[in-house]
């Protein structure tokens, strides 16, 4: 029912800055949406959750340097990524969980968009 399509990924120097997108295509109203993170040898990590009425969770590993929003008028989500570090280098993955309430960094998403990598270099 929902249909996740990622942008942004690329390569930056630590300290730089990069914006992740998601498109949300389908169900958008009652809505948990969320990225996700995996680097290799590493465990799959939380870094941020939206819920339907814009409240914000953050992992700690994080918080202060990572900003995720929505726009509702065009149905796409933001990954904001400032301070960028050596230890951010992974696979990002928007993610979407039907149903309102609060969203965890780690709630139980039912649909994955393709991911996109991202890459900080020392």
């Known amino acids: 029912q929902v249909q996740l399509v990622e942008s942004g990924g690329g390569s930056v120097q630590a300290g730089g800055s990069l914006r992740l997108s998601c498109a949300v295509i389908?169900?958008?109203?009652?809505?948990?949406l969320g990225w996700v993170r995996q680097a290799p040898g590493k465990e799959r990590e939380g870094v941020a959750a939206i819920d339907s009425d814009g409240s914000t969770n953050y992992a700690d590993s994080v918080k202060g340097r990572f900003t995720i929003s929505k726009d509702n008028a065009r149905n796409i989500l933001f990954l904001q990524m400032n301070s960028l570090k050596p230890e951010d280098t992974a696979m990002y993955y928007c993610?979407?969980?039907?149903?309102?309430?609060?969203?965890?960094?780690?709630?139980?998403?039912?649909?994955w968009g393709q991911g996109t990598q991202v890459t900080v270099s020392s």
């Open positions: 389908g169900y958008t109203y009652r809505v948990c």
């Open positions: 993610a979407a969980r039907l149903g309102g309430g609060s969203c965890a960094v780690n709630d139980v998403f039912g649909y």
